[in-house]
């Protein structure tokens, strides 16, 4: 659970919380769902939105990963090992910027899989990198 979560339902200890991590776009009025929370563009609607805040990106591996491959020195360098890829849609791509640099890599993922969650622990296992929010990953720096 997210300690987001578990913090909010300490202040508040008449509220409960039924959540579903899902990557689909909810019909949130027809599911009786109170609180969205969406990544990324939102397409128009007649809905109250408002930004919480930004995510950044890096890109992980698990030191057990990492002593057992070849350094990495260029983008193209990761078209040699194993990646990990959240994958919500039929893309497999990540764009990488470095500065005002931006390269767009086409991937060949070991493990594609449409749930962050998973990513993060199959980089925590060691099976490669990935593209993870920064703030998933805080304890693999």
Same mark, same amino acid.
């Given at each position: 659970?997210?300690?987001?979560?578990t913090a909010y339902?300490?202040?508040?200890?008449?509220?409960?919380v039924?959540?579903?991590?899902?990557n689909?776009?909810?019909?949130?009025i027809?599911?009786?769902?109170?609180?969205s929370?969406?990544?990324?563009?939102?397409p128009?609607?007649?809905?109250?939105?408002?930004?919480l805040? $930004?995510i950044?990106? =890096?890109?992980?591996? %698990?030191?057990?990963?990492?002593? &057992?491959?070849?350094?990495?020195? +260029?983008p193209a $360098?990761?078209?040699? =090992?194993?990646?990990? %890829?959240?994958?919500?849609?039929? &893309?497999s791509?990540?764009?990488? +910027?470095?500065g005002?640099?931006?390269?767009?890599?086409?991937l060949?993922p070991r493990?594609?899989? &449409?749930?962050?969650?998973?990513?993060?622990q199959?980089?925590?296992?060691?099976?490669?990198?990935?593209?993870?929010?920064?703030?998933?990953?805080?304890?693999?720096?």
């Amino acid at each position: 659970m997210n300690s987001w979560v578990t913090a909010y339902l300490t202040r508040n200890p008449e509220v409960s919380v039924a959540a579903d991590y899902s990557n689909r776009i909810a019909d949130i009025i027809h599911e009786g769902i109170d609180v969205s929370i969406r990544v990324g563009q939102l397409p128009d609607s007649e809905l109250s939105a408002r930004k919480l805040g $930004d995510i950044y990106y =890096r890109l992980y591996a %698990h030191p057990s990963y990492l002593k &057992n491959t070849p350094p990495l020195e +260029t983008p193209a $360098d990761l078209a040699d =090992r194993s990646l990990i %890829h959240f994958n919500p849609s039929s &893309n497999s791509r990540w764009e990488l +910027t470095d500065g005002q640099v931006t390269r767009h890599l086409d991937l060949q993922p070991r493990f594609s899989v &449409n749930n962050n969650l998973a990513v993060r622990q199959a980089v925590a296992e060691g099976l490669g990198i990935a593209l993870l929010p920064t703030f998933q990953a805080e304890d693999f720096n």
